[in-house]
T-cell receptor, first 115, second 116 residues
């Protein structure tokens, strides 16, 4: 069964450092999402890609976060500089198409701890 | 705007007992609703989804949910809890802001504890 891959699974960094997370969606899935999940809360969307284009990044803190999906396949989410409040689980999801009826499949996540 | 409220952040049941996890939604348009399960330090796994085809939706692992428009609810049930059901459960609705977006709006989650 195809799965969404994410790496690393865990990341510990010091504040003001740069961190990057990688996601490889299910093959053939055109839509890719990055969510942030703070401990004890539900995930919140950071950015949505359709192929290589950003569809929604309204909740992405653009002063420190960036995301790219250059060839419309895998994606990288970067934080620079990291702050204490960025400690969270970062989840990547993909769906075959964009649209509110589509099922999103989630990867295992990257747990970030900023010291 | 769509939103989801999960009543009860923590539910505890005995093994073999009925599981009931509550979810109420707010939506100005017909909603698409989802239940996901999350085990510790893992991603989210889809349990079931409502897409208006049938009001009673059956999912994996013996779970089902019933869409009740009059009550704006989509509660998750399972007749008999198993120890392996202990996890965090999230109800979600998709945003209808634009047709090309599939943003999931999640509730705060409910932790299910199953006692032996």
């Amino acid at each position: 069964e195809a799965e969404v891959a994410q790496s690393p699974r865990y990341k510990i960094t010091e504040k003001s450092q740069a961190v990057a997370f990688w996601c490889d969606p299910i093959s053939g899935h055109a839509t890719l999402y990055w969510y942030r999940q703070i401990l004890g809360q539900g995930p919140e969307l950071l950015v949505q890609f359709q192929d290589e284009s950003v569809v929604d990044d309204s909740q992405l803190p653009k002063d420190r976060f960036s995301a790219e999906r250059l060839k419309g396949v895998d994606s990288t989410l970067k934080i620079q500089p990291a702050e204490l409040g960025d400690s969270a689980m970062y989840l990547c999801a993909s769906s075959r198409l964009a649209g509110f009826q589509e099922t999103q499949y989630f990867g295992p996540g990257t747990r970030l701890l900023v010291l | 705007a769509q939103s989801v409220t999960q009543l009860g952040s923590h539910v505890s049941v005995s093994e073999g007992a009925l599981v009931l996890l509550r979810c109420n939604y707010s939506s100005s348009v017909p909603p698409y609703l989802f239940w996901y399960v999350q085990y510790p330090n893992q991603g989210l796994q889809l349990l079931l989804k409502y897409t208006s085809a049938a009001t009673l939706v059956k999912g994996i692992n013996g779970f089902e949910a019933e869409f009740k428009k009059s009550e704006t609810s989509f509660h998750l049930t399972k007749p008999s809890a198993h120890m392996s059901d202990a996890a965090e459960y999230f109800c979600a609705v998709t945003s209808h802001v634009r047709s090309n977006t599939g943003k999931l709006i999640f509730g705060q989650g409910t932790t299910l504890q199953v006692k032996p």
